[in-house]
């Protein structure tokens, strides 16, 4: 049995009874929302491995073979997608289970404690359903006039938030898993979400250094057409307001991801 719905049943406990996010600073930018995840798994008395800087999952649960990865989206600002860094988003990794919580909080509070806004635990696979994928950065020395010159391939990826593709999770609280993994019965279902996966798949890509184009190489998906199925559930008490799947998720994303670059002059956003 998970521990998943018990976690998001504290967390959504914790955001009625209006148990802040406690920031230690403005320059706090990146671990105030996982510190509120943390106090909630304290509360539990769970134990897990505590989180560093490349550790993944964030939150590595001891007696369960599961783990948790922290995304805190300031609201509002870019919630479509989020930077991964150099790890692909997945449902399991080295043996356990991965659930991703997105929590939004004000972009601009008029203090260091403010809510969470709205949230959403979700299965990794409802990401990306590929656990197979391994990471590694790669680098070859050769480059510039003298041949000297070190390239770095630092592989980044851009994954699309949930807020993105379900919508009705936006200001609202909400769990989506497989359909295969046991929920508490204090759990209402509002929706069944049906992913498909691609009839073809990327499997490299090569970037011209005379032109700066990057071109990928694209292969039939050997799953096309596999239906991954999610349920989406409201803990008791919250509105039943049904979810569903974002038409043209993809399009939607990658607009808004070129849209950040036009926010300001150094290609960044605001959001902190």
């Known amino acids: 049995m998970s521990l998943v719905s018990t976690v998001f049943k504290h967390c959504v406990s914790a955001m009625r009874a209006n148990v802040l996010i406690e920031r230690e600073g403005r320059n706090d930018k990146e671990f105030h929302f ?28 001891v007696r369960h073979t599961e783990g948790y990865e922290l995304k805190g989206l300031a609201y ?28 939004r909080y004000p972009v601009k509070p008029d203090g260091n404690s403010y809510p969470v806004v709205d949230l959403v635990v979700c299965h990794g696979s409802f990401l990306n359903a590929d656990n197979n994928y391994e990471h590694k950065n790669k680098s070859f020395r050769g480059f510039g ?6 390239v770095r391939d630092r592989k ?3 994954a699309p938030t949930p807020f993105a593709l379900a919508e009705g999770a936006a200001h609202h609280r909400t769990l989506i898993l497989p359909e295969e993994i046991a929920v508490d019965d ?27 184009e ?16 999610f349920k989406a559930y409201r803990m008791q008490g919250d509105p039943l307001t049904p979810v569903k799947l974002v038409e043209r ?24």
């Open 34 to 61: 996982q510190n509120w995840f943390k106090s909630r798994l304290d509360d539990l008395g769970e134990n897990y491995d505590e989180p560093g800087r490349n550790t993944y999952p964030d939150f590595k649960l």
């Open 249 to 272: 998720s993809r399009e939607k994303a990658e607009l808004a991801y070129q849209n950040l670059f036009d926010v300001d002059d150094d290609g960044g956003n605001d959001d902190d």
């Open 156 to 158: 980044m990826y851009v």
């Open 145 to 150: 006039s003298y041949g000297d010159i070190l």
């Open 76 to 103: 509002p600002g870019r919630d479509a997608d989020y930077d991964c860094n150099s790890q692909l988003p997945c449902g399991e990794h080295n043996g356990r289970r991965v659930f991703y919580v997105f929590g």
């Open 214 to 229: 990057l071109k990928t190489d694209l292969v039939p998906n050997p799953n096309a057409g596999k239906q991954h199925v």
């Open 186 to 212: 204090d759990l209402v279902e509002i929706a069944t979400l049906t992913r498909v996966e691609v009839d073809r798949m990327v499997v490299a890509y090569n970037f011209d250094l005379r032109t700066n």
